[in-house]
Each structure stands twice: as C-alpha cells, then as structure tokens.
Nanobody
Framework: QLQLVESGGGLVQPGGFLRLSCTAASGFNLDGYSIGWFRQAPGKEREGLVC????????DYADSALGRFTISRDNAKNTVYLQMSTLRPEDTAIYYCGAESSYYCSINAGRYKYWGQGTQVTVSS
C-alpha cells in the first residue's frame, strides 16, 4: 500500500519560509497520483491548501494558500514540494500530504485515500 512521508517542517519566525517535501515510502511511484497538501491546527478540521496532478500540469489552490504557497513536483525524484513564504502564526499546524488517483486533483480531503503522518510547522517569534 502506498505510504507517504512528509518532511521539512520546523519552527520558523513570522515572515519566514519553509519548503515541505512529500515522498513515497517503499519504492512506490507518485507520478500516477494527484498529490495534495493539507493542514490541521489543534481543534480545527483538516484544511485543503493546494494540489497538483500527476503530470504536474494542473493545480488547484485554496484562497488561504494563494500568493504565499506554491506546489511543485519532480517526478524524477518522486517528490512533491510545498514552498511556503511569508509565514504567519496562524499557519501553525500539522501539514499532511495525500495521494489520490484522479487525473485532475482536488483540495477536498475526502477524495484522498493515502496519507502521510504529517510534519509540524510552527510559526512563532
């Protein structure tokens, strides 16, 4: 079964940036999957941020991610990235990547079958 692994989280000051990575464990290829990035803050529901389809030609962004977050993928490295800039304290959350097999991606978490364990992002001075 496809297992995803997120990395790159940490503590960053407001206004700073981070790049998160999502890879597949156990040799699975991600190029046939749409990948989405989501986050969940304490006491809140999981929020869809951005997604990218398998070939990397189609993306979808939530309003909260537009202008500050950028998704990309390098299928040769079997990795999907989330570049985050101008981070704010309200961006503090656990960030997850998910995979689903549709050609066109969605930021609807219910579409996603496979998930990683998440990586903590804390924005604080």
């Amino acid at each position: 079964q496809l297992q995803l692994v997120e990395s790159g989280g940490g503590l960053v000051q407001p206004g700073g940036f981070l790049r998160l990575s999502c890879t597949a464990a156990s040799g699975f290829n991600l190029d046939g999957y749409s990948i989405g990035w989501f986050r969940q803050a304490p006491g809140k529901e999981r929020e869809g941020l951005v997604c990218i389809n398998g070939p990397g030609r189609s993306t979808d962004y939530a309003d909260s991610a537009l202008g500050r977050f950028t998704i990309s993928r390098d299928n040769a490295k079997n990795t999907v990235y989330l570049q985050m800039s101008t981070l704010r304290p309200e961006d503090t959350a656990i960030y997850y990547c998910g995979a689903e097999s549709s050609y066109y991606c969605s930021i609807n978490a219910g579409r996603y079958k496979y998930w990683g364990q998440g990586t903590q992002v804390t924005v604080s001075s």
